[in-house]
């Protein structure tokens, strides 16, 4: 079992549209979780860290964390065509010098 | 733009050379963290580096090898390269706190093994 998962996609969305990917991770010890982006070609871009259950808003981004059910979420909102990017979910165990990531989930939104 | 700087954006190497990437921190921060990305999948941790001193290794051979200064820079070291070196090579800047640190990447080195 990989210890950060993500649906490979690729995710289709309309253009004003919720985009909503997933990632579930195996450690219980992982306590902060990252969501970057990264469009083809580039490095990773930080959007979104979250720490605690529950949701996190920063404008058209939502994180969402549940450590119950071991499962992190980003909810994107009206999606615009320049969102079309892979989405890489991040986890990190307190005091722990790596962050490990899933694979990434290829999101494409269509005019 | 994060402030972490990395050279050459990429390189071009034969099987069995050796390569050095370099990477400047982002201001404010003394932890660089080295990863390697292939294509299609996530990134994975190399090693970390703080206060000069190796500070965390992931499942990578000791021909993958690194450096930190005083200024908080840092250089990626490869040696015997083979053909399934080739990556792309981010270098992650952060500052380091006992939870929560955030970290940021700079662009990012495309290696080549031919």
């Known amino acids: 079992q990989k210890e950060v998962e993500q649906n490979s996609g690729p995710l289709s969305v309309p253009e004003g549209a919720i985009a909503s990917l997933n990632c579930t991770y195996s450690d219980r010890g992982s306590q902060s979780f990252f969501w970057y982006r990264q469009y083809s070609g580039k490095s990773p871009e930080l959007i979104m860290s979250i720490y605690s259950n529950g949701d996190k808003e920063d404008g058209r981004f939502t994180a969402q964390l549940n450590k119950a059910s071991q499962y992190v979420s980003l909810l994107i909102r009206d999606s615009q065509p320049s969102d079309s990017a892979t989405y890489l979910c991040?986890?990190?165990?307190?005091?722990?010098?790596?962050?490990?990531f899933g694979q990434g989930t290829r999101l494409t939104i269509n005019p | 733009e994060t402030g972490v700087t990395q050279s050459p954006t990429h390189l071009i190497k034969t099987r069995g050379q050796q390569v050095t990437l370099r990477c400047s921190s982002q201001?404010?921060?003394?932890?660089v963290s080295w990863y390697q990305q292939a294509l299609g999948q996530g990134p994975q941790f190399i090693f970390q580096y703080y206060r000069e001193e190796e500070n965390g290794r992931g499942n990578f051979p000791p021909r993958f090898s690194g450096l930190q200064f005083p200024n908080y820079s840092s250089e990626l070291n490869v040696n015997a390269l083979e053909l399934d070196d080739s990556a792309l090579y981010l270098c992650?800047?952060?500052?380091?706190?006992?939870?929560?640190?955030?970290?940021?990447f700079g662009q990012g080195t495309r290696l080549t093994v031919v």
């Open positions: 201001s404010g921060h003394n932890t």
């Open positions: 992650a800047s952060s500052e380091r706190q006992s939870m929560n640190t955030e970290a940021f």
């Open positions: 991040a986890s990190q165990i307190q005091g722990a010098q790596k962050l490990v």
